[in-house]
């Protein structure tokens, strides 16, 4: 397993090769690792194409080169002497995503024999015109395909490149979530424009969520969340409400609110007075909502 993670890490791109032809057992090696790519459901819904051939080489060169805005005579395939194109289904949804770990199987089983590859896009370019459609059509292929890339295959001219430093700050983690995260992540799943945490002064946190409707003067819905550790109560007018930790009851429910656009958030912050407890400290968690205007009360429902 070790030398598979080392060629991966060592693999690079390679932008000069040399004339020299590719044996056949070589191409058929890197075909065949290709067409033993992961595919959706197991399809296997692409299909390789092996060009070794200088004269129709040059020719999808040249086709390339057009499509790629170059000056002509330049060589998009940097002097490969053979190239494999990979081609999938254009009636499968996940046609870009299988024939994409073709391509990256056969440039790791051409580095493994000590070849050098380099992908070239412009393959779905070339092939919607009626070139590449005739092409394929002389292969035999009636249905519709989609060119995915091209995989350039060579010799390697001058040094092997070694490989750029790895960015940092690439990988992430769950084990980097709160609660806390969790919790906003699933409010904001509901459809909410907006998701915050509030304090109150008794040091309890819960949310709210906000969705806005329209554009320019429009209704905005906002639902507090129970702080943790709160206990759900039913009003004596039958509205919902919560006991704290330390037994103080309140009446939170939903309201209807109206509100412009605008470059300003913080009245989006500015909810009335929460029978007499008014939170002290808000944050925002998920999306925004931008205001020029207080939040003028509307009505109240349960």
């Known amino acids: ?59 999808i060169s040249r086709l390339n080169c057009e499509i790629g805005g170059w000056n002509e ?75 995915i890339g091209h995989c350039a295959i060579g010799y390697i001219e001058g040094e092997y490149p070694e490989a750029a430093p790895r960015k940092a700050d690439r990988v992430f983690s769950d084990a980097d979530l709160s609660v806390k995260d969790f919790e906003s992540m ?40 129970a702080p943790e550790g709160a206990e759900e109560l039913i009003l004596p007018d039958g509205a919902k409400g919560w006991r704290l930790k330390d037994g103080v009851e309140i009446d939170l429910r939903k309201h209807m609110m109206t509100r412009r656009l605008g470059n300003n958030i913080e009245p989006a912050l500015k909810h009335p007075d929460l029978s007499g407890l008014m939170p002290i400290a808000y944050e925002v968690l998920e999306g925004s909502m931008e205001l020029e205007e207080e939040w003028s009360f509307l009505d109240e429902f349960q």
């Open 186 to 225: 699933e409010y904001a799943a509901k459809g909410a424009n907006l998701v915050g945490s509030y304090v109150f002064q008794g040091g309890e946190t819960g949310y709210f969520t906000m969705n806005a409707y329209g554009e320019g003067d429009a209704i905005a819905e906002i639902e507090y969340i």
């Open 73 to 147: 005579g330049f060589d998009p395939f940097y002097g490969a002497p053979a190239m494999l194109i990979v081609l999938a289904r254009k009636d499968w949804p996940q046609r870009v995503y299988d024939g994409s770990l073709v391509m990256g199987n056969m440039m790791l089983a051409a580095h493994e024999l000590g070849l050098g590859s380099c992908w070239i896009h412009r393959a779905r370019e070339e092939f919607e015109m009626d070139w590449g459609k005739h092409l394929l059509a002389a292969l035999g292929i009636k249905d519709p395909y989609e060119g």
């Open 1 to 59: 397993m070790s030398g598979v993670l080392e060629r991966m890490k060592s693999r690079r791109s390679i932008r000069r090769f040399k004339p020299d032809t590719v044996p056949d057992e070589y191409l058929d090696k890197i075909v065949e690792a290709g067409l033993y790519a992961a595919s959706a459901k197991g399809q296997q819904n692409t299909i390789i194409f092996k060009v070794t051939n200088k004269e129709l080489r040059d020719k």
